[in-house]
């Protein structure tokens, strides 16, 4: 099992819930976050006054998948959270030890 | 039963003018007319439009001021902006009733100061009318209350997000005293300004001068908000700026046209020149701004607007339309420049731009009425422009140094006193939190 952790632009939120959801994936997190990487913060203007604004606004988007369906995921956000400008964000995999579905109990692939 | 009503009313009105009768000898015993006019003086159409101006007024601060600076500052401290209006509307009222009033408007030998003819409102009835005027003198004392109101809480842009809430009452209180009521006395009240002819309709040397300068002299001494100017933070509610701006707008019409204490032609034409110079002014920041950054903003044009109504402030009973167009024009220009000038050049920080927009709009407008308040203007004052503008300088001169000079005692006091500042934990934490123990906004 596989943790995919998407940071994306707010608005392709639900261009990558849909195209998850076209190869299977049943269930994903989303949390609203703010941060920077390459692109930095930009500056906005009042008054003739430049502020600076370092953290931007961005969508983490978090799902657990089977090892054999994480390339088949991985490539369907890419695909929709992509505009071709700076600052769509990054995608993390990252390996999961256990799962555990707290109704059924049921336990790793069966839980997600 | 109509009858019996009729003359159980009869008796009382009999009273009423029985009761007025020993003071119309007083006033004057010249002609058949004066008596009159002293048995019945009330105006009932003026009466109306000068309580409906005052509610306007009283508008422009709560919640229109409060709300348009609430919009500005970062949002752990927009209750706290919320506050201090709120606080200061109800402290002025007080001091007003108390003291300012009389010290702005009874009459006096001197041309300093009002007698203290009034104090404590004493020597108001129900029956007092406002002298040379046609409607109760309690609502021409609740008028310019609002005033007072204002003129204090525009100071507030000054010192958001840093100074104490002791420091501001007390600041407030001292600076209404030697401030506010001996200038208001010296443009409006009959004292040595009003004697030489100055041209104030509204409030540009009264109300703008004096809280643009005082708040450009406190924010110096205050000292910047903590990261100034490099690490500042973006207005939290533009959104919350725009409708408090547009209350602004709607109350400014009670504070220039109710200003000709009367409804008339006067009155329409000081609204409409009002609408204009508002209108001009916030489309021409609004180029500004898409010219020189690229993009024309919300907050840009509505502090356009308010630059536009406090430049034709004065000079609203003068300038005709062109003349209002034209002062419109400069006030975008001018007061968007000054806002760079004050923050990037003289690295004060005046937070909310109380002197850029309200005090250098309304020094502009003082000055420019003698121009544009000429008939060559379409303006419909009766003077020569060369004596007026040496009238309008002298006033604004000697207000402008009376402000600096009073503000700088008024600031050591507190400073020396109640002391000004937070601490810069408390400033990070936010006043909201730290000086009243609220938060504005709760996700949950």
């Known amino acids: ?112 | 039963m109509c009858a019996f009503l009729a003359a159980a009313w009869l008796p009382e009105t009999l009273m009423a003018q029985d009761t007025s009768l020993p003071e119309v000898p007083k006033i004057t015993l010249e002609t058949a007319a004066n008596v009159v006019e002293a048995v019945a003086p009330l105006d009932s159409g003026n009466t109306a439009w000068m309580l409906t101006a005052t509610v306007l007024v009283l508008f422009m601060t709560l919640p229109g001021l409060a709300l348009f600076y609430g919009g500005l500052v970062r949002s752990q401290n927009v209750l706290s902006v919320l506050m201090h209006c709120f606080a200061i509307a109800c402290l002025a009222s007080v001091l007003w009733i108390t003291i300012l009033y009389t010290m702005a408007f009874a009459p006096s030998a001197c041309g300093w100061v009002g007698s203290l003819e009034h104090i404590g409102l004493s020597g108001i009835t129900i029956d007092s009318i406002t002298s040379g005027y046609d409607f109760p003198e309690t609502i021409f004392i609740m008028f310019q209350m609002t005033f007072a109101i204002i003129t204090p809480g525009l100071i507030v842009g000054a010192f958001v997000e840093r100074m104490k809430f002791s420091a501001i009452l007390l600041f407030t209180a001292l600076w209404l005293i030697l401030v506010y009521a001996p200038v208001t006395y010296w443009v409006w009240g009959g004292g040595w300004l009003f004697d030489k002819g100055v041209i104030d309709l509204a409030g540009g040397i009264v109300v703008h001068a004096t809280a643009g300068v005082s708040a450009l002299l406190l924010a110096k001494m205050l000292g910047p908000r903590d990261g100034f100017p490099k690490k500042l933070h973006i207005p939290h509610h533009p959104a919350m700026v725009m409708i408090g701006a547009s209350m602004l707008w709607v109350g400014w019409f009670g504070f220039n046209a109710g200003s000709q204490l009367a409804a008339n032609g006067n009155a329409g034409m000081t609204m409409l020149v009002t609408h204009i110079s508002a209108a001009v002014a916030s489309l021409t920041w609004m180029c500004l701004e898409w010219k020189i950054n690229g993009k024309p903003g919300l907050v840009g044009i509505v502090t356009g607007m308010v630059a536009g109504l406090a430049t034709i402030t004065p000079a609203s009973g003068a300038v005709g339309p062109l003349g209002a167009v034209c002062l419109g024009f400069l006030a975008g220009i001018v007061c968007y420049f000054a806002c760079g000038i004050v923050k990037n050049k003289l690295k004060i920080d005046d937070s909310l731009d109380v002197f850029a927009v309200h005090g250098v709009g309304g020094i502009m407008g003082t000055i420019l009425v003698a121009v544009f308040g000429l008939p060559a203007f379409g303006g419909f004052g009766e003077f020569e422009m060369v004596p007026q503008l040496g009238i309008q300088l002298t006033a604004l001169g000697a207000v402008v140094l009376w402000s600096v000079v009073a503000t700088f005692i008024i600031v050591m006091i507190c400073k020396f006193t109640v002391g000004l500042r937070v601490t810069v934990e408390d400033e990070h934490t936010g006043l909201d939190q730290s000086e009243h123990g609220e938060t504005s906004y709760q996700f949950e």
């Open chain 1, 1 to 112: 099992m596989k943790l995919i952790k998407a940071i994306v632009k707010p608005f392709k939120l639900d261009d990558v819930k849909e195209a998850l959801a076209e190869v299977g994936i049943a269930g994903l997190t989303v949390t609203e976050v703010k941060g920077f990487g390459r692109q930095k913060g930009h500056t906005e203007i009042y008054r003739g006054s430049e502020y600076t604004v370092d953290f931007l606004p961005k969508t983490m988007i978090e799902t657990v998948v089977d090892d054999d369906a994480v390339e088949q995921a991985v490539a369907a956000i890419v695909k929709a959270a992509k505009t071709g400008k700076i600052g769509d964000g990054k995608v993390f995999v990252i390996p999961i030890e256990s799962a555990i579905r707290i109704r059924t109990e049921e336990t790793d692939g069966e839980a997600l």
